[in-house]
Each structure stands twice: as C-alpha cells, then as structure tokens.
C-alpha cells in the first residue's frame, strides 16, 4: 500500500488506534495482536514507548477499511485487560524516508524532522528502522510533508526505491 | 551491531534514553535529533507515541559507548525544552524478528511477542517496519529471548537475512 517515490514513501491509507493504560506485563502485547491476527487484519505499524507505573500505551496502525473492525475488538481487549481507553483516529498518514545504510540514521532524521518542522507540520508519532524513518502525521498534511521532503532532503533518484 | 541468526536479529550493546514531557509541536523532534547528530552521535531507534495535553515523550537508543554523552546531550535539551525529565537505562537489549514480506505482520509479530511472554520477558518498547518487528527488552532477558523466538517461529534458515 505505500507509495514510494524516490526515497520518500507515503501511505494515506492509514488509521491508528491505541490502547491506552494496558498492564505492563509479560504476555498483554501477546493478546492483542493475536486477537487482531486471528480476525485476519493487517496490521502496519506497531509503536509502544516506555511504559510508567505498570502501565503502558500500545498502538498500531491499519488501513482505514479495517478500522471499525479493527477498533470493535480493541475496545473488547480494552475491558477484557482492564486498560483504561481505546483512542483512535482515521485522519493519519504516514510519511517515510526508505534509504539503505541509514545507519547515520541521526543526520537524515534530523533533516526530515526538520523539513516537516519548517512547513508547520506536528510530527505525531515516529518509528525507525534501519532503512526506514516512519512518521505518522496529520493526513491533511501529507501532500505538503511529502513536498517538504523532497525538497528538503537530496534523494537518490533510483525508481521503486 | 546488529547480530543476525537467520531471521533473528539481536543487539546488547544498547542504551535507551527518553525526553519525557516534551512541548508537543512541530520542530521538537527536529531539535532534538539535530543536536545529536550534530555531535556525531549516531541513533539505533527512534520511537515517538501518540501524545496527551500538548506534551509527547521522545525514546531513542544508541551505543552504550555514547550513552554518557548523549546523556548530557539529552539533558541540556530537556531544560531548553521546557521538557518535564530524562530517563534512561542502560541495562536494555534489543531483539528482532526480520523478514522480508512481513505484511502479514500482525501473525508474525503475534507469534514473536507470544515467545517472549511465554518465558516471562516483558516487551518494553516497540517499533515495527514492513521487514523488521523490534522490541526492547531486558539485557539479561536476551539469551532466553532469542532461543524462545527461534522455538516459537519457525525461521527460513537464510544466512544473514
Ligand atoms: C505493554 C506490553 O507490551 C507488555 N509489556 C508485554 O510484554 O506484553
Ligand atoms: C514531539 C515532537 O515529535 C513534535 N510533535 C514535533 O513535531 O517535533
């Protein structure tokens, strides 16, 4: 589903849910995405940051076609594992610089960071692997962060990359 | 660093460090990354969550050689901020599953994290991307993770993948 141009990736076709306030213990990530994984949904995204007094927020990432399934069984988890809210919202995007070696991860972070930040975009969440610095973004402003970037950044022209 | 065991990937020399509280609005993160780049410092992962009341917290990992420095780094940007804290740890290990065509990603992960919960590891952070499921765990906890993976998957024995 993402779009690649040129080192820049893009997906519009994105919803996030969180739940909010899990139990920080062994076995929580567990059940909730083998709930999800057993209902046949695909899920994009996982981010979960440290977690405080035993507790701890997990959210993920699906299309927007497999958003009101996707959050009828979160709410089911929410109160099956005592967690204490189910937030979401369909009106995300993700934006991505895929690159091979970005190991110096930090320089290209930073000046995608930065290219969002200088066109006013809020960065929501982020996720990073070695190849590939996700953030999620408002979806209104995708087109200009994706401009932003472009411009911002100097991308290998290789197609498909 | 990354030592990878045909489909799984594991990292000990890890340090993780969170600005907690920062102002929630664009140009943060871009601050943040800058000056740690700009100090030759090089980032593993970045993991940013969904944010409450204006304010987010923003994780990241580097080397443990870097952990002292980066520290500082982090600290001064906390009070510039107008950020609440930092914490930090160093006694974390990162551990992965990589595959490529992962987007059945929500069965593999499922599986990964019920490996881990199976042997009592409890998941501290996550960060996904279409071919990589990471988790920061326990240091101590990364001999029993990587064998329950490897029981609890069934791994293409590819070298190096
Ligand atoms: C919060 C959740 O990730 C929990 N720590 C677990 O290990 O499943
Ligand atoms: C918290 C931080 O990511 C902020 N939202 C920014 O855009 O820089």
Redesign the pocket.
């Given at each position: 589903e993402d779009v690649v141009v040129s080192g820049v990736a893009y997906n519009r076709n994105e919803a996030k849910i969180s739940i909010v306030g899990v139990p920080d213990r062994p076995g929580i990530a567990a059940e909730v995405f083998g709930r999800i994984s057993d209902s046949h949904i695909v899920v994009d995204m996982i981010i979960q940051n440290v977690g405080y007094n035993s507790r701890n927020d997990i959210s993920f990432t699906v299309s927007k076609e497999d958003f009101a399934a996707t959050l009828k069984i979160a709410e089911t988890l929410c109160k099956e594992l005592g967690a204490e809210k189910v937030i979401s919202d369909e009106k995300i995007a993700k934006v991505s610089v895929v690159g091979v070696g970005m190991k110096t991860h930090c320089g290209v972070a930073a000046k995608m960071?930065r290219a969002?930040?200088e066109n006013g975009i809020?960065?929501?969440m982020?996720s990073t692997s070695e190849i590939k610095i996700s953030c999620v973004i408002r979806e209104s402003d995708l087109d200009k962060a994706v401009q932003a970037i472009h411009n911002g950044l100097i991308i290998n022209a290789e197609p498909g990359i």
């Open positions: 960071f969002l930040a809020n960065i929501e982020i």
